[in-house]
C-alpha cells in the first residue's frame, strides 16, 4: 500500500468514526429530551426519578423501548469513543491552553457517556440497580471515609461548581459555537441553534450548580445523605418557593439542550 492509499484509508476510518460519533451524539440528545420530561413530571407532583439513569428506565419501558435502549446504549458508546478521539486529536481549530482544555473536557465527557451507556446496557439486559442518588450518596460515603474525608468531599464539590460555572459561561458567551461550522448553516439554522445551545447549557449550569451545592453541605456535614445527582437537584429545586415555575424552566432549558445535540451532531467541526 502506498502512501496516499494509505492516507485515504486513514481519512476514511475517521470520517467512520466522525459519523458514528455524531450517531452518538444524537443519543444524548434524546437521554435529555427523556430527563426533560421527567422533571416536568417531578414538576407536576410526580415522583419519578429524574436523572440519566431514570430517562434510560424510561426509555426501555415498552418492548419497542428496549430496542431502542439498546440503539441508545451502542450510540453513547460511540459518543464516548469520539470524545476521546477528539481528545487525542481534535480541536484543531484552536490552539494553546484553550485547544488544551477543550481535549481535556473531550476526555471527561467520553469517561462520562460511556459509563452511562455501560449503565443502558445493564438496564437493558435487567442487572441496573440502585438510583443515581443511591449511587451519588454511597460514593460520598467511601470519600467521607478517607482521612480528611470531608473535605475531600467539600473539594469535589467545588469542582462539580467549577464544571456548572464553566456551562454556564459556554452557554451565556455562546463559546459552544466555536465548535460547528455555522458558516455553512442557513442563517435562520444558525440562530436557531445558537438559542437552544444557550438555553440547554445554562440550564445545565443550574443543575451542576445545586449538585454543587448538595454535595458541599455533605461534606460540611459529614453526611452523605445530603448528597445527590441531578434528579435530587431537580427536586430539591420543586421545593423552593414558586419552584414549580423554576423546574418547568429549567426542564425546558433540559430539552433545549437535548435539541441542541442534535444540531451539533450535524455542525460539529472534526
Known amino acids: 500500500m502506498n502512501r496516499t492509499e494509505a492516507t485515504a484509508e486513514r481519512g476514511e476510518k475517521s470520517n467512520t468514526a466522525q459519523l458514528l460519533g455524531r450517531v452518538g451524539m444524537a443519543c444524548y440528545g434524546v437521554v435529555h429530551l427523556v430527563i426533560a420530561y421527567l422533571a416536568l413530571q417531578v414538576a407536576f407532583g410526580d415522583s419519578e426519578q429524574a436523572d440519566q439513569k431514570g430517562a434510560l428506565q424510561q426509555i426501555g419501558s415498552t418492548a419497542f423501548g ?7 446504549a451502542i450510540g453513547l458508546i460511540l459518543f464516548g469513543l469520539w470524545q476521546f478521539l477528539m481528545a487525542a486529536t481534535g480541536y484543531e481549530w484552536v490552539s494553546g491552553g484553550k485547544r488544551t482544555r477543550k481535549r481535556i473536557g473531550a476526555a471527561a465527557r467520553g469517561v462520562v457517556v460511556i459509563a452511562l451507556g455501560v ?10 440497580g440502585g438510583s443515581g442518588n443511591q449511587k451519588q450518596q454511597e460514593f460520598t460515603a467511601k470519600l467521607l471515609q478517607l482521612p480528611a474525608g470531608p473535605a475531600l468531599v467539600v473539594i469535589a464539590a467545588a469542582c462539580v461548581l467549577g464544571v456548572a460555572i464553566a456551562a454556564g459561561v459556554k452557554g451565556a458567551k455562546k463559546k459552544f459555537l466555536e465548535d460547528l461550522n455555522t458558516s455553512e448553516l442557513p442563517g435562520k439554522t444558525k440562530r436557531w441553534i445558537g438559542w437552544v445551545g444557550t438555553t440547554g ?20 456535614q459529614a453526611d452523605p445523605n445530603k448528597a445527590g445527582g441531578l434528579d435530587a437537584a431537580l427536586k430539591t429545586l420543586a421545593a423552593q418557593p414558586f419552584g414549580t415555575v423554576l423546574l418547568i424552566i429549567v426542564a425546558l432549558g433540559l430539552a433545549a439542550f437535548g435539541v441542541y445535540c442534535f444540531g451539533a451532531a450535524r455542525a460539529h467541526k472534526r
Open 201 to 220: 447549557y445554562l440550564a445545565k449550569g443550574v443543575v451542576l450548580g445545586i449538585v454543587a451545592i448538595l454535595l458541599a453541605i455533605a461534606g460540611f
Open 66 to 72: 428496549q430496542v431502542l435502549l439498546w440503539v441508545v
Open 119 to 128: 449503565t443502558a446496557i445493564r438496564i437493558a439486559t435487567g442487572s441496573g
